[in-house]
């Protein structure tokens, strides 16, 4: 949630997993931007299970988790390219954003929407020491990003990952991070909902966020969210409201996606996904039996050129109303990669994600009640 001129404006996920169906109005979804942040799409994922592991963090209380976590929370300020002012002539743009300290070289953490497009970065630590970064790489699929400053060991304090599959509904955490500018800001709150579904700034799906009622504000991207161990179990990014302000409904990248690029990114300064080219619907087990096709990932949209497209799999033609939602008609159901089960539209990304481009898997997909496997060897997903 950055501060700045210009707006990023993010649509409907699709192309490697679920595109929303029977999604109702509301409020608008605004990336950890400016005020002006422009609405993205953010699903909720129904996952089936027993009962919930119960949560085997320290119980710290919110002063504790804060004096553990403030060193190693930054305050991030960018310079953006010129741009027309209103009163004539030419104006800088600026960028404010939060992060914090990955590891002892220097490497922080921060969103991919908070450095995109800046012409510099400066880093402001708990103690007001001010060190220019330097943006090692960012990952747009998973609005992730890392910068680099070249400051003294006894400013770095890095935060630990903890494990964001072990988070339940209900469990505190924090937000810290500089809402508006206000370095070093705490709030704190439980998990509201897990398993959602965030659109990224080049329109992927970025799976399992975490949904959180602790205050997230324009400023606060890019800033951990806490547990009760002071672990960072998710990075704050996007908030839901009607007016663009905090309304209680916020969400962060979940730890998991953020142990599997950053390390990523810090090796190399980029991440490549692997990339199948649809955009699929899911269709549960009760709309199916409506539709008289298997339960899965209908595929509504095959780009041209992909691994989809060579594969023939075929896009949805139709539609139809069921319990007074338009589900789509007529194209593959995708039921199975690699002989796993897919239920959904989540399952199939997974699964997709769990692949590097250039690996060949199975797709298993029903068309006019005949199931068909063919072997597909996948892309690169496009930034």
């Known amino acids: ?53 119960a949560s085997t963090t320290e119980s710290l209380s919110v002063s504790e988790v804060y004096e553990k976590a403030y060193k190693s929370v930054v305050e991030i300020t960018t310079t953006l390219g010129q741009s027309d002012s209103p009163m004539g002539g030419e104006q800088q743009g600026s960028g404010q954003g939060s992060g914090f300290v990955f590891d ?41 990003a890392v910068i680099k400053v070249d400051a003294p060991a006894d400013v770095l304090a890095p935060l630990a990952l903890g494990d964001s599959g072990s988070l339940t509904v209900g469990e505190g955490v924090v937000a810290l991070g500089s809402p508006f500018g ?46 009760g161990a002071g672990e960072v179990v998710g990075v704050n990014t996007q908030i839901k409201s009607d007016s663009g302000g905090s309304d209680g409904i916020g969400f962060a990248i979940p730890s998991s996606t953020v142990s599997s690029i950053v390390p990523q990114i810090i090796s190399s300064g980029s991440v490549e996904h692997a990339y199948l080219g649809v955009g699929v619907a899911s269709l549960s087990e009760s709309v199916a039996n409506e539709l ?9 949209e095959v780009r041209q050129g992909t691994p989809a497209a060579e594969a023939g799999l ?10 007074g939602q338009s589900y789509p008609t007529g194209g593959d159901v995708i039921t199975a990669v690699d002989g796993t089960a897919i239920t959904d539209g989540a399952s199939l990304q997974s699964a997709i994600d769990a692949k590097r481009p250039g690996d060949s898997v199975s797709i298993t997909y029903t068309r006019d009640g005949t199931s068909t496997t063919v072997q597909v060897s996948l892309g690169t997903r496009p930034s």
């Open 1 to 53: 949630m950055r501060s700045r001129t210009t707006r990023i404006v993010t649509v409907t996920a699709a192309l490697v997993a679920a595109a929303a169906v029977g999604a109702g109005g509301g409020a608008a979804t605004f990336a950890a931007l400016g005020s002006d942040g422009s609405p993205t799409t953010v699903r909720q994922v129904t996952v089936e299970s027993s009962e919930p592991a």
């Open 104 to 144: 002892a070289e220097g490497h922080i953490v921060t969103n991919h929407h908070v450095v995109d497009g800046a012409q510099s970065v400066s880093v402001r630590f708990w103690d007001g020491s001010t060190y220019d970064a330097t943006v090692v790489g960012s990952d747009p699929s998973t609005d992730l």
């Open 182 to 227: 206000l370095e070093g800001t705490l709030t704190s709150g439980i998990v509201s909902a897990l398993n959602r579904e965030m659109t990224s700034p080049n329109n992927f799906t970025i799976s399992n966020s975490i949904q959180t009622d602790a205050a997230i504000n324009h400023g606060n991207s890019g800033g951990p969210l806490l547990n």
């Open 292 to 300: 008289g096709v298997p339960a899965g990932a209908m595929v509504t």
């Open 314 to 323: 075929r896009a949805a033609s139709g539609s139809a109303m069921v319990d």
